[in-house]
């Protein structure tokens, strides 16, 4: 009842409503001002020319009928005149009662009322009662991986989306949605924003520090993490009160980087958690190439586990057959110590010939990875179609080239041919799936990365030739739990994250081996928490006993997957 007093105030607030329901009431005077002349004209005819006579109440009911194109056929005429008479009365019926009356109804009653309805359809509040709840600012590639991940740990959160049209129509997808306006403090006193768990702001880097400056107005403890576009606007969301300002198109580049960069075969560190190390390192010319993993001797030897290899963009378990090939790069975790001893056994001399790098595309992204390529001794070659980036290309990269990447000769000039390897950093898919194709043709030992915008294309661009892609959102995504969860952000790609579950009940008591997990679900278990301590030493005969949590690698897909096959 309180949601229709509401719709109802909303349709009657609205001036141009009122101007309706009179234009809708001076429709009905003219349509009653004709039915009274055409039962006038009835009265005539009837007593004039058919010599008959009726009560008007009869003449009114004649009138309704015809118009209505009833016509019971009960009152008739038998005189041309008449019958004239009734195809004029039924020809304005059909265009006044069946054409313009219920067209003036819906435009003036029914579609304000539907308006209304759309418009209050998403919630404008939360219960008093909502607490730990994440909030996100926009709904978009960012929140629909953070979605996934936040439902796969059990974190009430919500959308914000202003337009009432939209927020209904995302209600109607099954995403939780509140709608409001940004600039309005009660608005977000309304969404319980002083007991939200995190509010990420992923709009433009404008309307993210009205949001911040808003908040803050209610609410100096809330954690506020913003993901700017431009590096200029960090200062100015720290200053407006962001906890955590994330330039990520920033950290991307780095990320691509480094996955460029590999194949010197020394460890690259990509992440620390609990202590613990994870590191990617290639195959290729190493002793490693050609066997088994349990044949690395990496556990006996050194401690490291592998828990995983990528094979063209596919983190898989590493089982103890598991092949190594020259193409496997091997995810392995340890300590420091432990990450340092297998780089001293992978050391090797370096070479006198710069590594050059190409990179497509000069924007933000493409300069951070030029940045962080030329931080490590790379010679870096940027290919840009737009003149007006070559400037800014200029200023980080050892030689710019302007020109299309669809055109061989324009590649080859960039140094395609003499590149150990390539990123595609625009931000069209389609243009980097293609690009992949292509650059695979021309040089089939290339190693290519490249960015990806949205997580449906990632199997796409594998398949294209890409030996390494990765996701944006699943970028923005990850690094929001790992602020959320609280540990430090570790970014595989391919949408695999890291994350810690409480060891199921059905599963006490059995050994890894016999769990199954990586043969029934595609995780790879890291490591075991159990009273503080972390194990990273595992073995297929280890017992897993009550009270432990698993530390695994894997998507969300593969961690839903788990907790519907063993919980």
Known sequence: MTLINRELAYIFRQGEMRGNILALLRYFGLLASVILIFSVIFQLIM??????????????????????????????????IGRFFSVFVLISGVVLVLVVLPFTFIRSIYAPWLEAQLRFKAPRELSSETNDHVIISRHDEIADSLIERLQASDIPHYVIEPDPAVAAHLMSEGVPIVTGEFDNKATFENWQIQNARLLLANREDTT??????????????????????????????????????????????????????????????????KGLQIAEFSAKHTQFSGGAVRDSGLREQMGLNVVGIWQR??????????????????????????????????ETPRQSEESLT??????????????????????????????????????????????????????????????????????????NVYLAVYCRRLKPDLRIASRITHNRNLAAIHRAGADFALSYS????????????????????????????PLPSSLNNKTLSESGIGSRTGLSVVAIEQDSQIVTTLHASMKLEAGINLIMLGTAQQRRTFTETFS
């Not at 007593?47 to 009833?70: A, P, R």
């Not at 970028?475 to 994250?497: F, K, N, P, W, Y």
Request: one cysteine or more.
């Open 474 to 501: 699943s970028l923005c995504a990850e690094a929001v739990m790992s602020l959320i969860e609280g540990h430090d952000l570790v970014m595989l790609g391919g949408d695999v994250e890291m994350f810690t579950v």
């Open 313 to 346: 963009g596919l983190l898989q378990p590493a089982f103890p057959d598991t092949e190594i090939t020259d193409d496997t790069i091997l995810v392995v975790v340890g300590t420091p110590t432990q990450v340092d001893l297998l780089n001293k056994l992978l």
């Open 358 to 431: 190409l990179i497509i595309g000069a924007g933000t992204v493409g300069n951070a990875c030029t940045r962080a390529l030329k931080n490590k001794g790379h010679l870096v070659h940027i290919l840009e179609r737009d003149e007006n980036m070559l400037e800014r290309g200029k200023s980080v990269a050892d030689q710019v080239y302007i020109g299309d990447a669809n055109d061989r000769e324009s590649l080859m000039k960039a140094g395609l041919e003499s590149a150990q390897s390539v990123i595609l950093t625009s931000k069209d898919d389609a243009v």
């Open 208 to 273: 993210n520090t009205n949001i911040v400056l808003t908040v803050r107005e209610i609410s100096s403890q809330v954690p506020i993490v913003g993901i700017v576009d431009h590096e200029d606007s960090i200062d100015i969301l720290e200053l407006s009160g962001c906890t955590h300002v994330l330039p990520l198109k920033v950290r991307l580049g780095e990320y691509l980087a480094n996955r460029a960069s590999e194949g010197s075969n020394s460890p690259d560190v990509i992440g620390t958690t």
């Open 47 to 80: 007593v004039q020319v058919e010599g008959q006579s009726h009560t008007w109440f009869t003449s009114i009911y004649w009138t309704l009928t015809t118009m209505s194109t009833l016509g019971y056929g009960d009152v008739i005429f038998l005189s041309d």
